[in-house]
């Protein structure tokens, strides 16, 4: 059995998210998006982590699931609901060795009580009140410290681990090694997240990491961006230590199998540049500009790809011999609205969605399983194309950049686009 597991969300209670990002609506979008296990992220805001108490209760060990209520389906041990892991991700900014350093870490725990503990000790650093996301002024090794001596069976895992500003790696704050970073912690250090804007195949250009598990989630900010990235778990069974082990590489009865990626270009960070000239380059046009813009001068945002290549100590088609595979994907609302020329949210692109979800079941189902056939008589032939377009990676992206999104073209600047009604023929 496979299990579509995303460790990385956010709740309505961190900064910049949506009002909808409450544990039921994020019970409904996992269903919908097709995933079996999903972080409850926040654990560490006194709001949030109380609405989970109330709402969730236990599912196989370590793992809980929603409370039946009126209007959902839940019921009894039904194995098809949403299990949801206690996750939350704290942002560590303090000085190391005569530079300023801002980390984020995705914590993972095994219970209620465990999270009380960790609450607890955090909330005598700072304020675990103002942000879903708390900021510390806390070395990522102590809180690894903290975190690990209150019980070893929780994970510290570096997020977005290659993002210019916030991340273990990154070019403005981050470290040139695991182990500068959190020093005699690194070998509690199973995994890394590797981000939006960078794949598995990036990561595999450094020998640093052959080692480490490289793990991808949405990092949502609201309920439908769930399952942007995920992880493939494979076995017959499922719970809390089984997918701490697997992320190990210690599991015999569950194994990660594969992850599902953005295309990196299309990650807000991926090439450097600098927004308010307009300016976008690749790592090797930086180099020639010293990393300034050509325009005003000041210093570029530099992106993920540059950083890999600083770090890089082989060639671009190197494949470790452990390496877990990999298959990128584009959210299906975004192949809809490229195929028909609307926007995301618009009432042409939720038609066909809201079809296609009705016939398949779920989005991860659409974009990984249903035959091309199927997918024409469901819809039409051009979103059926568009599908099989992003299968393959026939696509084109303008990478992305100083916190700019890259964008999408799914039939390409050149290629004919497919004339549609905007979703006017679909039949519910």
């Known amino acids: 059995m496979q299990y579509i597991c995303d460790f990385h969300t956010h709740s309505k209670y961190s900064r910049a998210t949506s009002k909808q990002a409450d544990i039921d609506n994020f019970g ?70 005569g530079k300023t350093r801002k980390i984020h870490n995705i914590i993972f725990a095994p219970s209620f009580e465990v999270v009380e503990k960790i609450n607890t000790h955090l909330g005598w650093i700072g304020n675990l009140k103002s942000d879903g996301r708390p900021i510390l002024g806390l070395d990522a090794k102590e809180l690894a410290k903290i975190v690990l001596g209150i019980s070893p069976d929780c994970m510290v895992i570096p997020a977005h681990a290659w993002t210019p500003w916030f991340s273990i790696f990154g070019h403005f704050s981050g470290f040139d090694s695991i182990e500068e970073c959190f020093e005699e912690y690194s070998k509690y250090i199973y995994a890394i997240e590797t981000g939006l804007s960078s794949d598995p195949e990036m990561n595999w250009r450094w020998s640093k990491l052959d080692n480490i598990t490289l793990i991808s989630n949405s990092d949502a900010h609201s309920p439908h961006k769930i399952g942007r990235e995920a992880n493939i778990f494979e076995g ?22 594969r992850t599902l990626e953005f295309f990196p270009e299309e990650g807000k960070y991926h ?48 494949k470790p011999a452990n390496a877990i595979p990999f298959q990128k994907l584009i959210p299906l609302e975004e192949i809809i609205a490229d195929v028909i020329g609307l926007g995301v949210g618009t009432k042409g692109v939720e038609a066909h969605y809201k079809n296609l979800i009705r016939v398949f079941g779920n989005e ?3 974009l990984l399983n249903v035959r091309k056939g199927e997918l024409t008589g469901a819809s039409s032939p051009e979103i059926a194309e568009g599908i099989e377009k992003v299968r393959q990676g026939k696509i084109s992206i303008q990478p992305g950049y100083d916190g700019e999104f890259g964008k999408i073209s799914v039939f390409g600047e050149t290629e004919q686009r497919p004339k549609t009604n905007g979703g006017q023929e679909v039949l519910f």
């Open 364 to 366: 991860f189902n659409i």
């Open 236 to 257: 017959e069974k499922i719970s809390y230590n089984l997918i701490t082990e697997a992320i190990k590489r210690k599991s015999d009865e569950l194994k990660l199998v």
């Open 28 to 97: 409904k979008w996992a269903k919908i998006k097709g995933v079996d296990v999903l972080g409850t992220g926040d654990f560490t805001h006194p709001l949030w982590f109380r609405g989970l108490k109330e709402r969730l209760i236990p599912a196989e060990d370590g793992l809980f699931k929603l409370k039946p209520s009126n209007g959902n389906n839940h019921n009894g041990n039904n194995h098809n609901e949403t299990r949801f892991i206690l996750t939350t991700e704290i942002s560590s900014i303090y000085s190391k060795n």
């Open 271 to 318: 090439w450097d540049g600098h927004r308010d000239c307009g300016v976008v380059l690749s790592p090797e046009e930086s180099l020639k500009y010293n990393n300034l813009c050509p325009v005003c001068g000041k210093m570029m945002t530099i992106g993920v790809m540059n950083r890999v290549c600083q770090l890089a100590d082989r060639k671009d088609d190197t």
